[in-house]
């Protein structure tokens, strides 16, 4: 297995991972009323149930796996001159390495919506401890990280379809 497939898959499954132990340790750490919105002195001023943050998450996280997973396996039934393709030349001739490519990059597309969830459920239950003091300004960072995640996994497929495929080395 080669080295890109091999991190995506190991990002997708401690992705999942993380997305389930987080899930179940903010449910725990949830208030009966969790705050989800802020104003500008960090105060709540919009609550929703635990039950609710939970099911909700739990929705979103299928949604995107059922998606993700359903484009991955029905893109390899597609005839291979309708696959988009940037650098039809350098693929001529190898189509499942091109089926390949598209694989693991909705693979990495599940991978980045899991993690950004799990990063969610993390921030939010933090926001929402008696025993921290956490003000919801100290958490800026997660919009420009998700944001960066989505678009790095967004631009490497054009890029990855730029190059040339992997050569099969006969041992």
């Known amino acids: 297995m ?3 497939p091999f991190f995506v898959r190991t990002w997708r499954i401690l992705s999942i991972l993380g997305f389930v132990i987080l899930l179940i340790s903010s449910y725990i750490s949830y208030p009966g009323e969790v ?17 609710t943050v939970f099911y909700v998450s739990i929705g979103t996280f299928i949604l995107v796996y059922v998606i993700t997973n359903a484009l991955a396996r029905l ?3 597609l ?7 940037p650098n039809p030349a350098a693929w001529e001739g190898q189509p ?4 390949a490519v ?28 008696s025993n921290i003091n956490a003000d919801s300004n100290d958490y ?15 631009i490497s497929l054009p890029i990855r379809l730029m190059m040339k495929p992997p050569v099969d080395y006969v041992a």
């Open 2 to 4: 080669r080295a890109g």
């Open 35 to 51: 705050a989800f919105r802020f104003n500008e002195a960090g105060q709540a001023v919009q609550y929703l149930s635990r039950e």
């Open 75 to 77: 893109f390899p039934n």
């Open 79 to 85: 005839p291979v001159e309708k696959i988009p393709n």
């Open 96 to 99: 499942r390495k091109l089926i």
């Open 102 to 129: 598209y694989t693991s990059w909705f693979s990495a597309l599940s991978a980045a919506f899991n993690t950004i969830l799990a990063l969610g459920l993390m921030v939010l239950s933090f926001l929402n401890r």
């Open 140 to 154: 800026g960072w997660l919009l420009p990280l998700s944001t960066g995640i989505i678009a790095i996994v967004i």
